[in-house]
Nanobody, 122 residues
């Protein structure tokens, strides 16, 4: 599985962005998908995950209520809608795929995308 993320950019605080991650291959709908982020000088952290069928989602407390993860299995694409962005959301955002659900948010990842930069100005 190859993952290609897009949609990052520069936005003012309070603004919105939508990230997309498109996967190659015919097994996309068997993978749980997620987003992680890494800010300068910090470790990569969990943001959100969605189960292979889309029926279950998890969010980090820091983004709950502001970010929404979704997927379109017909398009092999997972999305991250980010609203009410804050400067502390500035990071490189990575999409990820995993066959494991329970430990996905702890970093049990099978495939990583290349990352897309999100910068939120104050």
């Amino acid at each position: 599985v190859q993952l290609q993320a897009s949609g990052g950019g520069l936005v003012q605080a309070g603004g919105s962005l939508r990230l997309s991650c498109t996967a190659s291959g015919r097994t996309f709908n068997t993978y749980n998908m997620g987003w992680f982020r890494q800010a300068p000088g910090k470790e990569r952290e969990f943001v959100a995950t969605i189960s292979w069928g889309g029926g279950s989602t998890n969010y980090a407390d820091s983004v709950k209520g502001r970010f929404t993860i979704s997927r379109d299995n017909a398009k092999n694409t997972v999305y991250l809608q980010m609203n009410s962005l804050k400067p502390e959301d500035t990071a490189v955002y990575y999409c990820a795929a995993s066959l494991r659900w329970a430990t996905f948010r702890q970093g049990a990842v099978d495939y990583w995308g290349q990352g897309t930069q999100v910068t939120v100005s104050s």
